[in-house]
């Protein structure tokens, strides 16, 4: 046997050894062992997959470049850990930081509607953006492609989008004012008022459909002023932290397109 040959045996030989070890290190590293429940009888079924999730949670970074926003998302911070699924610089570039199918670290305490723990149920998205600038176009190019891919790839419904400071009022203000929802609208993403806006009639509650819409009510100063950033933006006419008008015919188109126009005004919608 030439000394080749006599390397490649040893190596071989070396391999039969590791392989058995390589497999197991592998095989534990990505299947690990099903959390059982200790009061059941474990009876596996191979009819499953991977949960998905039903929301999709908007925010920006308050940061003052992407790659200060990714050293944030990708460390461990003084104010603990926090990620998102993706960054969209301001330069339209998208980042991919946790896989769709994890739960990534970007709500915090808050609920929308029945949603409790909106970390497992959404997918969160940064968007590089310092709080006080507008958020450029080439950005929300990106992020409305993000949302035809995210929406389509995982039958998210393409109402199920949403702002952090809705989901928590008084504790975020992102995306805040200055965030184009009438444009995600137009290009058919999140919950708009559609069609002229009419007055409600007499008994319509507001705070019901806030609460129909998913807003938490706990605080509702703050409530009403996650829903002026949403569906008011900039506008001039708000005077501070009550509904008016306005509002109130918002309020009672959003009601209406969620089909319970009737059931909280005691009229039906017509
Ligand atoms: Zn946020």
Redesign the pocket.
């Known amino acids: 046997m030439s000394r080749p040959h006599a390397l490649h045996a040893r190596r071989f030989a070396v391999h039969r050894w590791l392989m058995p070890l390589c497999l197991a290190t592998v095989l534990s590293a990505c299947a690990p062992t099903p959390v059982r429940n200790p009061i059941a009888q474990w009876v596996p079924s191979p009819n499953y997959d991977a949960r998905r999730p039903v929301l999709i949670?908007i925010?920006?970074t308050n940061e003052h470049s992407a790659s200060q926003a990714l050293h944030t998302l990708r460390t461990a911070n003084s104010g603990g850990p926090v990620s998102a699924h993706y960054l969209v610089g301001d330069d339209g570039h998208i980042y991919q930081l946790v896989a769709d199918s994890e739960r990534a670290w970007?709500?915090g305490a808050g609920h929308w509607g029945t949603i409790t723990d909106v970390n497992s149920a959404s997918i969160g998205i940064?968007l590089d953006n310092d709080g006080d600038s507008p958020f450029t176009q080439v950005q929300i190019d990106s992020l409305l492609h993000l949302l035809a891919d995210l929406t389509d790839r995982l039958r998210i419904p393409r109402t199920q989008i949403i702002g952090?400071?809705d989901l928590a009022p008084g504790r975020?203000d992102?995306?805040g004012p200055r965030f184009p929802w009438q444009q995600l609208a137009q290009a058919g993403f999140g919950l708009w008022p559609q069609g002229p806006l009419v007055d409600p009639p007499p008994g319509f509650d507001p705070w019901a459909a806030l609460g129909l819409i998913g807003y938490p009510l706990d605080n509702r100063t703050a409530t009403v002023h996650s829903f002026h950033h949403h569906f008011r933006g900039m506008d001039a006419g708000i005077n501070g932290d009550a509904l008016d008008g306005q509002d109130l015919r918002i309020l009672y188109a959003l009601s209406r397109q969620l089909g319970a126009g009737g059931g909280i005004t005691g009229v039906p919608a017509g």
Do not use: S
């Open positions: 949670v925010h920006f970007h709500a940064e952090h400071e975020k992102d995306p």
